[in-house]
């Protein structure tokens, strides 16, 4: 996969080198660019923004130096990007989403800053490539890159290669619709807190049952709005007894 982010603060990404993400570009799992979008303007001052029509606080960053920005980036290959734009006024980012995009060659991340980017680059944009809006939750952050890593290391740990054990993918919070229950280790008694029996049982069954159960208590009581939204049928006759 390749995936390139346009931001004024690369430096932000830096973290994308780091650990499970830098093994994945070492190992050529991922080909990352970060891009300075200072490098498409053309002015003294390098301006990025300027105040919004129709009056009103903060400054919208300027539609033809994003303009210039994408036309480069997204251009750099034969293929056609998925071009994402981090915005709190976005749809909400979740685990289906990641899952999507996880199998895309391509994904542009657009990092904006101040009130926003001005909307005709978006709708330009949206003419020559499939375009999204984001937001990763409900609470304003100062620009769009730390929503972009947010993002970027959801959709990578699901690529083929990338996490040691594909399982860890396959039975994470989310892929059945419920929140994941409790984890142990050693030692079994730590501050006289037991490990709860059945972990220790040997009893797949048991163990099984007892994982969804929890998995269920979990997500009644801290996200019941998860429950009421899985499909009719998933929920077998012991869950409903639970
Ligand atoms: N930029 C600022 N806040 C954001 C959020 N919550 N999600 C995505 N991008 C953002």
Redesign the pocket.
């Known amino acids: 996969m390749r995936i390139d982010v346009i931001t004024i603060f690369p430096d932000y990404l830096n973290p994308l080198r780091e650990a499970l993400l830098g093994k994945a570009i070492e190992r050529q799992r991922i080909s990352l660019g970060v891009h300075d979008l200072r490098d498409w303007t053309h002015d003294v001052h390098r301006a990025v923004d300027d105040s919004p029509y129709g009056g009103g606080p903060g400054m919208v960053m300027k539609p033809d130096v994003w303009g210039e920005a994408l036309d480069e980036v997204c251009a750099a290959q034969e293929a056609t990007p998925r071009l994402v734009v ?3 006024a ?1 749809r909400p ?1 979740d685990q289906k989403t990641a899952v999507r995009w996880s199998e895309d060659p391509w994904l542009v991340f657009a990092c ?1 800053r101040y009130e926003g980017i001005d909307q005709r680059v978006i709708d330009d944009a949206a003419t020559r490539m499939p375009v999204e809006e ?11 890159e730390v ?1 972009a890593l947010t993002m970027i290391e959801a959709v990578v740990r699901l690529l083929p290669g990338v996490l040691g054990n594909p399982l860890s993918a396959e039975q994470d919070s989310f892929s059945d619709g419920l929140l994941e229950g409790p984890c142990y280790t050693r030692p079994e008694v730590w501050r006289e807190r037991p490990v709860p029996d059945v972990l220790r049982s040997g009893n797949h069954a048991a163990i099984a049952r007892w994982r969804r159960d929890q998995a269920l208590e979990r997500t009644y009581h801290r996200r019941p709005e998860l429950l009421s939204a899985l499909p009719e049928g998933d929920l077998d006759k012991a869950d409903r007894e639970q």
């Open positions: 981090p915005t709190p976005g980012f904006g984001v937001s990763i939750g409900d609470y304003v952050l100062v620009g769009g929503a």
